[in-house]
């Protein structure tokens, strides 16, 4: 091809692409312009007109993404804003400096620096405080509302008249809470809300409400900032309040502005003892300005860029030493377990000087969490409170103990009452005329030699008939000279070593106990109670801790009458310590130590537990009822076997949560409450039982504290006139007056008793039926129907029967004076000649 052509034919070609190349360059071409101007002019400023310093370059390099709107703001910001801008950036968190805009920096900038022309105390605010605690837009790691504008509309108007910082924060604190429909509340989303939040739900806690107050300050040019403790030293809990710069720190609680100014409120006290070197019990105020300290974040452990300085010093020295004595009470009234607190009158008088009295206002709902009354009252003495509220009196005691601090939740709703005992309740027989002398002279050496005795001089021996006389002419003498001379007898050193050791054994398992005395001892003796702790298949330690809970756990009520408090360790650390087979007899071991060298009333024995302990109750309780005038069990449910139908005669209840559903606690609770439902019928005079479900609870923190003071007026009735008995181990022989040498889970017998009638119905192989002169008439014959086949007997007391059920059992209420075996084939009397 000649040449020109060739040229022609290659500007044809290219001359479509020519053209399409200049068509997409006049597309691009303004857009290049207007990013190269603004290149051009960061490049500039940069270059030419960077102002700021090395400290706050060093920030833009952590910026990531977000540095051009960083650049967009310092170029922008105006020559009296810069030292702002620069303060700002060098100092923000680096989760703000890869995302704050700049449009929201300078909005902040320009509405803080007019602000600060208007008020007529600017002047007199220095630099780094104006800087630190009035321009920053944040406090803690709440969230980035753009809340100066809408603040200061809000304030402004309230503060216009005021002359001084401080006295604008008192009118802001006294004010915006009203007039934004902002309570306290612990409904509230998160703790660290930030101001829009707030407004928006119209609830917050301590750390939300100091935000806001901090903010509204912030917004018409008073210095503020957030000032908190982790944990007082008390370990009552934490808070958050603020502080106002008005020449020095001055402290106020939010939407708690104390009438008297600053420097007042209800957590005085508790931050005078402040540590300063406990970093759980430091008091730290926010500084926007970077510190080599952080604030602590209850609710977000991990953040460590809200910086703090300690301000211990300023609660603490200058606090006045107060003397104490005696007991300080914290007192919240409740509407329910878990509800909501509310204001009512709290009286509180001395149980037996009726004129010294206390009273004063619980706190409502709306007042901070860590907020509560309290009373300052003299130790171990009783107390009856009475909470008046919406018309209505709630009376409850409460005793003092030695503690210098205790809390008392008073509910006035929600808690499914428990009957008082029937009437009437069981009293031993009286004892008429005491024996002759020399009659009860004779007859105690004699049972002391008995029950010195081996087993095989006990089965062979023979008592005097003038003694056996003594028996059958006077029943109830001769009982309390049996348990005496038991009692006494020198067979009792490895038991009485253990009981001065405060531990019981059996075979291997050891668990010791702690004990106290509360009130006076009444006319029959201590009322015992044992208490059995939470934990389980857990760590020494962890039990060990829940053992020592269970030590205080219950509160003292010596008012309902004198007891011996049993705090009882688990022999071990597994997940059933307390319902296994080596249990009961740890349990009737303790009980016979406290009736042998305690002098307890072996009618008011009583046994409760919560979890674990409870679980301990769930099971002892239904297998050994004989033992105890009452049972309590909290947050567990049946175990290892235990019947409801056992529980015929024995008052047991048990309090459970609605949610404490792990282990389908819950859901066993409502079933056992529907199998005693069902084993009563439309009889009222049994199955003494009552379930508590305590609505929307958890497994914690049932409100059980006081059952001793609702289970002491039980009296056990060791001779109840039916009984059914359901076997679940082969380690309980005995049940109220029956007996058998084999047990086996799965057999029962059911025996009933009425004017020398027994009537029994068995599956057991072996068994016997215990006998005295509180259940039947030695004088008249007695007709026993067992299994449906009637025969006639004539019985008669027996010393030796009665000397080895007293030792059996170690309760002289359990010891029977006849017995009769049954074969199931015959029935053989067994009463001794």
């Excluded at 006081?706 to 007026?713: F, G, Q």
Aim: with cysteine.
């Amino acid at each position: 091809m000649p040449k020109n052509k060739e040229n022609k034919h290659r500007m044809k070609k290219h001359s479509k692409t020519y053209f399409n190349t200049f068509n997409y360059l006049a597309l691009l071409l303004p857009l290049l312009f207007f990013c190269m101007s603004g290149i051009s002019q960061t490049i500039k400023a940069n270059a030419t007109e960077k102002w700021w310093s090395d400290a706050t370059e060093l920030s833009l390099s952590k910026s990531g993404d977000n540095r051009i709107e960083l650049l967009k703001a310092l170029c922008q910001v105006s020559e009296g804003q810069r030292e702002g801008i620069q303060f700002l950036v060098e100092n923000m968190s680096l989760q703000d400096l890869q995302s704050i805009k700049a449009v929201f920096l300078l909005d902040n900038l320009a509405l803080t620096y007019t602000v600060m022309q208007e008020v007529p105390w600017a002047k007199r605010i220095p630099v780094d405080i104006f800087l630190n605690d009035v321009l920053p837009y944040a406090s803690l790691n709440e969230s980035r509302d753009d809340w100066r504008k809408r603040l200061y509309e809000i304030c402004q108007p309230l503060i216009k008249n005021c002359k001084t910082p401080g006295e604008a924060a008192m009118v802001l604190n006294q004010q915006i809470f009203k007039l934004l429909k902002v309570k306290y509340s612990t409904k509230r989303r998160v703790p660290n809300q930030g101001p829009f939040e707030t407004m928006a739900t119209g609830v917050a806690t301590c750390t939300g409400l100091s935000i806001l107050l901090v903010d509204a300050c912030r917004s018409v040019g008073v210095p503020a900032r957030i000032v908190g403790t982790p944990l007082w030293s008390n370990n009552s809990g934490n808070h958050t309040w603020v502080e106002i710069w008005d020449g020095s720190w001055l402290f106020t609680g939010a939407a708690e502005q104390n009438p008297n100014g600053f420097n007042r409120g209800w957590f005085v006290d508790n931050a005078s003892k402040a540590i300063k070197d406990n970093l759980s019990h430091a008091i730290y105020a926010t500084s926007f300005k970077k510190t080599n300290l952080n604030f602590p974040l209850s609710w977000a452990k991990d953040v460590d860029h809200v910086s703090a300085i300690n301000v211990t010093d300023s609660y603490t020295q200058n606090a006045k030493p107060v003397k104490i004595s005696g007991l300080s009470l914290m007192v919240d009234v409740y509407d329910k377990p878990l509800g909501e607190r509310v204001s009512a009158r709290v009286i509180i008088a001395d149980a037996e000087n009726i004129h010294v009295k206390f009273n004063g206002i619980s706190k409502g709902d709306t007042a901070d969490m860590n907020d509560h009354l309290f009373f300052q009252l003299p130790k171990q003495k009783t107390y009856l409170l009475e909470v008046e509220y919406k018309n209505q009196k709630y009376n409850q005691h409460y005793s003092s103990g030695i503690a210098d601090e205790d809390k008392l939740p008073i509910f006035l709703s929600g808690i499914p009452s428990v009957p008082a005992p029937s009437k009437p309740l069981y009293t031993s027989p009286a004892m008429i005329n005491p024996l002759p002398v020399e009659d009860a002279s004779k007859l105690k050496d004699v049972l002391i030699a008995f029950f010195k005795a081996s087993a095989i001089e006990q089965a062979s021996w023979i008592f005097p008939r003038k003694l056996e006389k003594l028996l059958n002419e006077n029943e109830p003498a001769v009982r309390q000279l049996v348990w005496e001379s038991y009692r006494v007898a020198p067979i009792h050193n490895s038991l009485k070593q253990d009981f001065d050791s405060n531990q019981v054994r059996f075979e291997k398992h050891i668990s010791p106990y702690s004990v106290k005395t509360v009130g006076k001892r009444p006319a029959n003796g201590w009322g015992l109670f044992i208490a059995m702790h939470g934990g389980g298949g857990t760590t020494q330690e962890f039990n060990d801790s829940q053992w020592r809970r269970m030590q205080t756990y219950y509160r003292d009520h010596p008012e309902v009458g004198g007891y011996i408090y049993i705090a009882l360790r688990a022999p071990n650390n597994t997940w059933n310590g307390f319902y296994t087979g080596y249990t009961y007899p740890l349990i009737q071991k303790i009980l016979r130590q406290f009736m042998l060298f305690a002098d307890v009333d072996p009618n008011k024995k009583f046994i409760m537990g919560y979890s674990h302990g409870g679980y301990g109750a769930f099971a002892i309780g239904p297998k050994m009822p004989d033992y105890f005038a009452a049972i309590h069990s909290s947050a567990s449910s049946l175990a290892d076997g235990a019947n409801p139908a056992t529980l015929r005669n024995t008052v047991f209840t048990t309090m459970v949560g609605s949610k404490d559903t792990m282990y389908g606690r819950y859901k066993n609770i409502v079933n056992f409450q529907k199998e005693i439902q069902v084993l009563r019928g439309n009889r009222k005079d049994i199955y003494p039982v009552t379930v508590q479900i305590i609505a929307d609870h958890p497994h914690s923190g049932l409100p059980d504290r006081d059952k001793i003071a609702e289970m002491y007026a039980n009296v056990r009735n060791p001779v109840p006139t039916e009984l059914a008995w359901r076997l679940s181990d082969t380690v309980i022989h005995h049940f109220f007056w029956l007996q058998t040498n084999v047990p086996k889970a799965g057999m029962n017998m059911n025996t009933s008793i009425q004017k020398n009638n027994i009537v029994a119905q068995t599956n057991l192989t072996e068994a016997s039926i215990l006998l005295d002169s509180r259940l039947i008439d030695f004088k008249k014959p007695v007709v026993l129907e067992l299994n449906g086949k009637k025969s006639t007997h004539k019985l008669k007391p027996s010393l030796r029967i009665f000397c080895q059920t007293m030792q059996e059992r170690g309760d002289p209420e359990l010891a029977f004076t006849t017995k009769m075996v049954l074969d199931l084939i015959g029935i053989e009397e067994n009463s001794a000649k």
